[in-house]
């Protein structure tokens, strides 16, 4: 009903819907306007549609115009003043856009609302849950879909097994996920992988001090947090006996201080290491089952926040074999040299001016022949394309690991591999301040969540009307916690860092999660009371709109399409968030307005179209962050 040919049908008097590449007029109600302005501008102007098209661009607010076109953008000769009258002038009667009012160099364009409701309001109901979605965006090629999809890994989370769960981790979660959603949302093949720091010395200290500290109905019932207690418990013994060790070579017993060392815990724990990396079954056999109790758990966690991972992989998965090539390669090509035994690379002597500089120099291979954090990104990165063949892959780990990334990144493209290296983007943020909940310092993301979603529990039952009626207040208020972290994190841009606020993340007031998650409750209990059939909302005459607070609503609506197309150049999370409060603050304003209890019968299946596009597009965008949108709270 919504489809693009029924509106040429609508409008086939004008020849003005002509199709252009990468517009979608059957799947964003903005296209449509676009597309037609192209035409009206290309008849007056003569200037060729691809340049006019993509010129029309959004405005900041709906005062300003639905779009906005900036007059020097079409390349024409001339004054932009002189310019814009002389086309105004030849402007034709449009049945979808006003006659633009000339702004200095710009023209701004406002959709006329009989139209635009009749467009975007069927198209939002007929779409539903796939409305701002858009397929073919991930397509190989566009015309011609039997080229398949485009394949991009995203990593992300990558937590250190044993060791908390720090801010780090948390918003490369919820980060990730959230981009994970948008690629599928526009049509890319996407695999999601969690590498996790799951090798290195530390398992020996954690194997060995499990034998002394550990409890297997401990490590089953809660492996994240055991595992995280017995690593604290050994580490303190490794550092007590250094301490001690220190006080007898102090007083000149040298003898007694290396005995110490040699039968003491770091050793043991190193050569336990040691034995893993050679492939002893049963070292082996301990620290898989903490990985894949620790993997279990996380799972569940996951699973809170809607994220899932493809695959699970992590520093234990990247083969000794292929370090030691790239490293001899690395060296064969005269880019890394021994160093008293280790293996580095001086990027200032590899890399010319400034760059080389800035990235400064780098272990590849320890002393004793381990490989480094560094050697296992790189050929994790490369095992990873021969593996997917992807055609991108985004990294979702903290700014802090810049330099980390950008030295991986340019080792691989030195390598020969400057194609792969391409691919790879680092999607980086700030930190979170202050992360520290009502229960002390949290350690692990359960904690966190857990935290945040009782004290929503306490903010419901302040209200015990309303608390009554909610059938599983714990899943709620779980469900508000979890918004409450994750709208927090995700409203400043990534590289900001940000204070961990409990009081203010879980405020109904100001732009919040439980402000959304109520946003969204709202709209469905108006839908509830209102009690009609998705038949009589369709069915709705939508002309009945005609109050500025419901055409605004409508415009709002209308953007969102559009908003999914700018969040894939930006890929921040807030670029969704500012759009999904512009939303609901209209939404929150046109309440009062646009009553539909006691409302004449008509006017109220209009109104209730149009509340249903609202929820409906609230309901996308709440997904497509990972949310999980509450019906009643
Ligand atoms: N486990 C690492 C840490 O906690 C993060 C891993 C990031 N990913 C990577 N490919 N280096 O710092």
């Known amino acids: 009903q919504a489809s693009f040919d ?60 639905d779009l906005m076109l900036a007059i020097p953008a079409l390349r024409v000769k001339g004054k932009p003043d002189e310019l814009g ?17 000339q702004s200095g160099p710009f023209l701004p364009f406002f959709f006329k609302a009989g139209p635009l409701s009749k467009t975007v309001i069927p198209m939002v109901l007929d779409r539903k849950d796939t409305f701002g979605e858009n397929k073919s965006l991930g397509l190989r090629d566009m015309n011609d879909p039997s080229k398949g999809q485009q394949r991009i890994i995203v990593e992300f989370s990558s937590p250190n097994i044993a060791k908390p769960f720090h801010a780090g981790h948390l918003r490369s979660t919820i980060i990730g996920g959230f981009l994970a959603n948008l690629y599928r949302a526009v049509g890319w093949d996407v695999i999601s992988i969690n590498y996790l720091g799951d090798w290195g010395k530390q398992y020996g200290v954690l194997a060995y ?11 089953v019932k809660d492996p994240i947090n055991h595992l995280f207690h017995v690593y604290v418990k050994v580490s303190k013994d490794v550092a007590e006996e250094k301490e001690q060790a220190e006080k007898l070579k102090a ?112 272990i590849l291979r320890k002393r004793d022949g381990t490989a480094l954090y560094l050697t296992r990104d790189i050929s994790e990165l490369l095992a990873r394309h021969e593996k997917y063949k992807f055609d991108k892959m985004v990294y ?53 969540l857990r935290d945040v979603g009782d004290h929503m529990h306490d903010v419901m039952k302040t209200n015990e009307d309303k608390y009554s009626q909610v059938e599983d207040p714990a899943k709620v208020s779980d469900l508000l916690g979890i918004s409450s972290v994750m709208v927090q994190d995700m409203t400043g841009k990534r590289i ?27 709209l469905c209990s108006i839908t509830r009371k209102a009690g009609l059939t998705d038949e009589e909302i369709a069915g709705a005459d939508l002309s009945l709109l005609t109050e500025d607070m419901a055409i605004n609503l409508v415009r709002v609506i209308s953007q969102w399409p559009d908003v999914v197309q700018n969040v894939l150049k930006t890929l921040e999370p807030t670029t969704v968030l500012t759009y999904l409060f ?52």
Not at 209 to 219: P, Q
Not at 502 to 518: C, K, V
Not at 614 to 620: E, G, I, P, S
Request: overall charge negative.
């Open 6 to 65: 029924n509106l040429a049908q609508q409008f086939q008097h004008l020849p003005l819907l002509d199709r252009y590449p990468n517009s979608f007029p059957d799947i964003n109600p903005v296209d449509v306007y676009r597309s037609h302005i192209t035409s009206i501008l290309h008849d007056i102007t003569g200037v060729d549609p691809s340049i006019i098209y993509p010129a029309l661009q959004w405005t900041a607010t709906l005062d300003k115009g």
């Open 85 to 101: 009258k002389q086309w105004l002038e030849k402007w034709p009667e449009s049945p979808l856009v006003e006659k633009p009012i």
């Open 209 to 219: 001090g499990f034998g002394k500290y550990g409890s297997e109905e401990e490590l």
């Open 251 to 362: 007083e000149g017993k040298e003898e007694e201080a290396q005995k110490l060392l040699d039968e003491g815990t770091d050793e043991k724990a190193r050569s336990y290491f040691k034995k893993m990396t050679e492939g002893d079954e049963e070292a082996l056999a301990l620290w898989k089952r903490f990985r894949d109790y620790s993997i279990e758990r996380y799972k569940k966690t996951y699973a809170r926040l809607n994220i899932h991972f493809d695959e699970y992989s992590g520093e234990s998965k990247v083969s000794e074999d292929e370090m030691q090539e790239a490293a001899a390669k690395l060296k064969e090509m005269g880019l890394a040299h021994d160093d008293k035994g280790a293996l580095l690379i001086d990027f200032t002597q590899a890399v010319p001016g400034k760059e080389g500089k800035s990235l400064g120099k780098a």
């Open 396 to 448: 979702v780990i903290a700014s802090e690991q810049d330099l980390h990334v950008k030295q991986f990144f340019k080792i691989v493209s030195l390598m020969g591999q400057k194609e792969i290296a391409d691919k790879c983007q680092h999607v980086n943020f700030g930190l979170i301040l202050g992360m520290s909940t009502r229960k002390g310092t949290v350690k692990f993301l359960d904690d966190i």
């Open 496 to 522: 900001n860092n940000y204070t961990f606020d409990l009081a203010r993340m879980t405020s109904f007031e100001g732009d919040t999660g439980p402000y959304l998650q109520y946003a969204h409750a709202r």
């Open 582 to 633: 512009k939303l609901t603050h209209t939404l929150s304003t046109s309440y009062n307005h646009l009553r539909i209890v006691g409302s004449e019968a008509e006017v109220m299946k209009a109104r209730m179209a149009l509340y249903s596009a609202a929820r409906v597009v609230l309901h996308n965008g709440m997904s497509l962050l990972g949310l999980s949108p509450v019906e009643r709270m």
